[in-house]
């Protein structure tokens, strides 16, 4: 059966039996409406859709709930573009009724992302405003809009960016095929797959809405065109590039700029490199891809300038990975390899990223070129390092002691050091770590650069020990040295700010993990850590905002995102946004075994306020030899909330007893162990909570 | 006799190709012959037809003393008389909205509207009297009545429109009557005869107005009087309301609007209200702009 309806006008048509005529029925009040009113009422209506349905009753059903869906989209939409105070509120408050009622929020979710918004933190102030009234479903929403961003940008630029080519065969137009994909609720499961296969996967399900086999063939190819640019690093192909849709900007000034000297050729390219790196932090890939291209043309221009090309683009690649856009780190690696197809550094960095996304069978590949390219000594240690990853620390071990000459090198020297105390060998570890410090305290040449990272190594194992006061001393007293490497500051900065999350001083933690952000704001680990901090001091949706949604492939450390973005969630009482952080992404994971500890914890609290004790104890039996004594007291406090809810007195006792004989003090699992005595399992619920915040660490 | 359905095929301008009565334009060359409706009101059977009962008109209001109302009230319609669309408030605030304002790229995305092609033949019967007027072209139909104020027919729904000469005058065309009524009276069957006369063009609606009214003529009358007769309605029975119907060719944009008043006699719901609320901000803020 078909029918017509018009959303904006709320009402359906139905045909009459052997009639021209149809019946007119309000979707709102039901009411039937008199043919002639209704031809002047609903005639200016220019949103009729045909629909289809098995009988009445269900072409009422989806005319009314199409109606409510739109209504809702329309008054957010009205809200996020500004509307007067009192208004706004009736307006959110309107949204929150039938957010709560008729329609799901992920399908308005879906609605509004439609096309990115032009200022896409226009919803920020307004979700802010929406909870200070209580509406947390519109708030919610408003959130997620502004969450998926940049993930629409990106899509968006690879779209229309596609061949007019790729539209040519279909029945529909590029137009059409977009409302679909979006109205058909496709849009936030597309932009939340991180690979080839995922996109496509998601992909194939929005071709069914297409009604002839030449259109399902046609969007099939299109999907598949789409998730090729999208995922570039899923395969071997290369990167086509596309039509440019973005307007002709000067990246770097006028054309008269463009000439000049040496230095002011590398400003400029300092000065792109940095542009290319905002582009892609802002979804904007195509942008980037265009800005990219113009570098490489400007360096390649002058003889010799691949070197330099190389050189930019593996820069660029570095940024990329500091905001876990791995993605965009491959095609930049891809275009340096062209360049320069045996360029060792390249090689290393391209093995480097394929490890971090856990292709580590690949990374040996590379690496091995790498290793005939010369930078020998690099390439073995990013070998081990392949190793290291996957937990095979002994291993790493012995690869490193393969480099000539290993013994008298301090990098190899820090790095067995580091590899000893990630598998627990804390004792071993700290005697490496101090050889170091005392060879670099001799003025042995070539150690003067590693005192500091074995200092940190030191920290770390103070840390993992519980000593935190210890800790806090060691990263301050290396802040206070001279420090070569910008890049190892940053990495101190952010282990002090850890241990001082962990001491709970979370204002310095804060002020200090903002500096970072300011002075490296592609640094996507520091606003992890920002957000983190934020969720410990209850400023839980600010801190949303420094954990968006993955962009791309999961890469290693990048499971921070998920695992903060989860715990901030659940805090929040949204408990299925939590649950996708939390539980659905526990296997898809790249961490390490003490990580996975982790994410299994936060996955077993999700299970326990859902009181489904038998998964959460599943997952917590999962849980390896634990070196952090904070993390083994939290997983003993895990299994006695399971315990407690379980009224399971006997297990009770004996974790009580394992608890009692820690060496350790944390005040806020002390206050969860109280929590659990009484069944306060509100209480206990804060305090875990807080401690997983701390302890990612 | 001639049919606003199959009407009469012209003769393309730029290219010679014929144009069928119910193309806006060439389908060789793309010219623009013009809204279909009104080509239809202005074959010379049309607009002679109207004429003579224009003339015939002016001559009784003449013999019942009532030249200089006559002339008064023509003029008035000449000059002063628009098109007014009435709507319910949640329509008013959807065509208020625009959503362009919100996103970068969004026309790139979306297209110019997001209306999903229905199938010919339901869409062409949206309207069974529409179908029946207009036949192939009756979903690009919009209605409106004819008035010499901002309001529009009372009763009906919340909000009147009034439309910008400049937005419709090109592409409306007026019936004398609701056309309902209209069909059921002279029993107009689906491409069936239409009777002539009794539709005008933009520059001819003084003459439909006057042909229509002018028995209603008495010495004294106002613009009140006048618009009191124009547009009448007892509220009740819609069908027995009568007004000169407008017939505009596709639809209009927010940019359309001249003003917009508010039925004042309707009782409306929670939802309603706040529709209202917001189309009115969003009129103002439009106001505002232009």
Redesign the interface.
């Known amino acids: 059966m078909i029918a017509i309806a018009s959303r904006s006008a709320g009402v359906i048509l139905f045909p009459r039996p052997k009639s021209r005529d149809y019946t007119v029925l309000d979707l709102v009040d039901g009411v039937e409406k008199d043919p002639v009113e209704a031809q002047h009422l609903y005639s200016c209506a220019d949103d009729w859709e045909e629909i289809e349905g098995n009988d009445s009753t269900a072409l009422l059903e989806t005319a009314t709930r199409e109606y409510w869906l739109a209504r809702t989209v329309s008054h957010l939409r009205l809200a996020i573009r500004g509307l007067e105070k009192p208004l706004e509120t009736r307006v959110l408050e309107s949204a929150e009724e039938i957010l709560g009622s008729r329609v799901t929020s992920e399908d308005v979710l879906n609605r509004l992302l439609v096309a990115p918004l032009a200022d896409p933190l226009s919803p920020v102030a307004l979700a802010a405003s929406a909870l200070s009234h209580g509406f947390s479903l519109v708030a919610s929403v408003l959130d997620g809009l502004v969450d998926q961003q940049p993930l629409l940008r990106r899509l968006t630029d690879h779209w229309l960016g596609l061949p007019e080519a790729v539209f040519g065969s279909l029945p529909e137009s590029k137009e059409m095929i977009w409302v679909t994909v979006v109205e058909k609720g496709g849009m936030r499961e597309l932009l939340r797959t991180s690979n080839k296969h995922d996109f496509e996967a998601k992909w194939i399900l929005l071709v069914w809405n297409f009604r002839k086999t030449q259109s399902r063939t046609g969007v099939s190819i299109l999907g598949k065109t789409l998730s090729r640019r999208l995922f570039p690093g899923d395969e071997s192909e290369k990167t086509p590039t596309g039509v440019q849709t973005e307007e002709t900007e000067l990246l770097c000034g006028d054309e008269e700029e463009r000439g000049g000297s040496d230095h002011e050729a590398f400003l400029r390219a300092e000065k792109q490199i940095l542009a290319i790196a905002k582009a892609v932090s802002e979804g904007r890939d195509t942008k980037a891809e265009k800005f990219l291209r113009e570098l490489i043309q400007e360096q390649t221009s002058v003889s010799g300038g691949e070197s330099y090309a190389v050189k930019s683009l593996c820069n660029i690649a570095q940024h990329c990975a500091d905001m876990f856009r791995t993605d965009f780190e491959i095609i930049c690696l891809d275009k340096a390899l062209e360049l320069k197809p045996f360029d060792a550094w390249a090689l290393i960095q391209r093995g480097d990223h394929l490890k971090r996304v856990g292709k580590y069978e690949e990374a040996l590949k590379v690496l091995d070129q790498a290793l005939h390219s010369g930078e020998s000594d690099v390439a073995i240690s990013s070998i081990a390092d392949v190793y290291s990853e996957q937990g095979e620390h002994e291993e790493a071990i012995r690869i490193y002691e393969t480099i000539p000459n290993w013994s008298n090198k301090s990098a190899v020297l820090t790095a067995i050091a580091d590899n000893l105390r990630r598998m627990g060998s804390m004792d071993e570890s700290k005697a490496a770590y101090t050889g170091l410090i005392r060879r670099a305290q001799q003025g042995l040449p070539g150690y003067d650069t590693c005192e500091s990272r074995a200092q940190a190594g030191l920290a770390e194992i103070a840390k993992r020990q519980g000593r935190f006061d210890d800790a806090l001393r060691i990263y301050q007293e290396i802040l206070r040295q001279e420090l070569a490497d910008d890049r190892d500051k940053l990495f101190y900065r952010l282990g002090l700010c850890n241990v001082l999350k962990l001491m709970e001083k979370f204002d310095e933690a804060y002020s200090i993990v903002g500096n970072v952000i300011g002075e490296y704001p592609f640094a996507m680990e520091a606003r992890f850590i920002r957000g983190s901090i934020l969720g410990l001091i209850g400023r839980e949706n600010e801190g949303l905002k420094d954990l968006p949604e993955s962009t791309g492939s999961r890469s290693w450390r990048e499971w921070l995102r998920r695992y903060y973005r989860g715990l901030l969630l659940f805090r929040l009482e949204r408990y299925e946004d939590a649950k996708e952080n939390l539980v659905e992404e526990l296997n898809k994971a790249i961490a390490s075994e003490e990580e996975k500890s982790l994410l299994r914890m936060a996955a077993a609290l999700w299970f326990l306020r859902e009181n489904e004790t038998v998964e959460a104890d599943g997952i917590l039996s999962e849980i390896r030899d634990l070196h952090d004594s904070h993390i083994q007291y939290l997983s003993l406090v895990l299994k006695l909330h399971s315990a407690t809810q379980k009224e399971d007195t006997a297990t009770i006792n004996s974790l009580k007893r394992k608890i009692d004989g820690l060496q350790i003090v944390d005040a806020s699992l002390d206050k969860a162990v109280e929590a659990l005595d009484g069944r306060k399992f509100a209480v206990a619920f804060i305090c875990e909570t807080d401690a997983l915040l701390k302890l990612a660490a | 006799m001639t049919s606003l359905t199959t009407g009469t095929e012209v003769k393309c301008s730029d290219c010679g190709a014929p144009i069928s009565a119910s193309l806006r334009h060439c389908p060789t060359c793309q010219a623009d012959a013009g809204a279909p409706n009104v080509r239809a009101c202005r074959t010379e059977e049309n607009l002679k037809a109207l004429a003579r009962r224009f003339d015939d008109a002016k001559a009784r209001a003449s013999a019942k003393n009532c030249s200089k109302e006559f002339s008064d009230f023509s003029s008035l319609i000449e000059h002063e008389s628009g098109v007014v ?4 408030a ?2 008013a ?3 208020l ?1 625009d ?1 362009r ?6 026309e ?4 110019s ?4 092609p ?2 010919i033949e ?2 062409r ?8 007027l207009f036949g192939a072209y009756a ?1 690009k ?5 004819l008035s010499l104020t901002a309001e529009g ?1 009372p009763t ?2 919340d909000v009147y429109f009034r439309l910008r000469e400049v937005a419709v005058a090109n592409r409306t065309s007026f019936l004398e009557t ?3 009524k209209f069909v059921e009276d002279h029993d107009i069957r ?1 491409d069936g005869e239409f009777p002539e006369g009794y539709t005008a063009y933009w520059k001819d609606r003084h003459k439909l107005v006057l042909a229509k009214l002018a028995d209603r003529l008495t010495n004294g009358q106002s613009k009140k009087n006048w618009q009191e007769i124009l547009i009448e309605s007892n509220g009740k029975d ?2 027995n ?1 009568s007004f000169v119907e407008a017939h505009i060719y596709e ?2 944009d927010r940019n359309a609007i001249e003003s917009m008043v508010v039925s004042s006699d309707k009782k409306l ?1 929670r ?1 309603d209200k ?1 529709d209202l ?2 189309a009115l ?2 009129f103002k803020e439009l106001s505002g702009k232009t």
């Open positions: 669309v009435t709507m319910p949640r329509m605030r959807t065509l909205e959503p304002e919100l996103y970068v790229g969004y790139t995305l979306v297209g509207k997001i209306r999903k229905a199938r339901s869409d019967q949206r309207w069974g009297v529409g179908g029946t979903d139909i919009r209605y409106g009545v027919l009906y729904g609701n056309s309902y689906p819609r069908k309301d639809c209009f719901s939802e706040l609320e917001i901000e969003k």
